[in-house]
């Protein structure tokens, strides 16, 4: 599994960026890094953030 930030801004920040520079999708960001998508989205859900398929980004 990647190594990402533990702080929900900085996670927020650091997932955004990946997916606006390298992955299309969130499913591609989380297969091609090993990351759990549903620990993902829990945590930045619990931050108050929700991610958006359409504009591919948490908000």
């Keep these: 599994m990647a190594d990402y930030p533990k702080d929900p801004a900085m996670l927020l920040s650091w997932t955004n960026m990946k997916l606006r520079d390298f992955y299309g999708s969130l499913d591609e960001l989380?297969?091609?890094?090993?990351?759990?998508?549903?620990?993902?989205?829990?945590?930045?859900?619990?931050?108050?953030f929700e991610y958006n398929s359409e504009l591919n980004k948490f908000w």
């Design 30 to 48: 989380c297969e091609d890094l090993e990351i759990d998508r549903n620990e993902l989205e829990k945590r930045l859900n619990q931050a108050g």
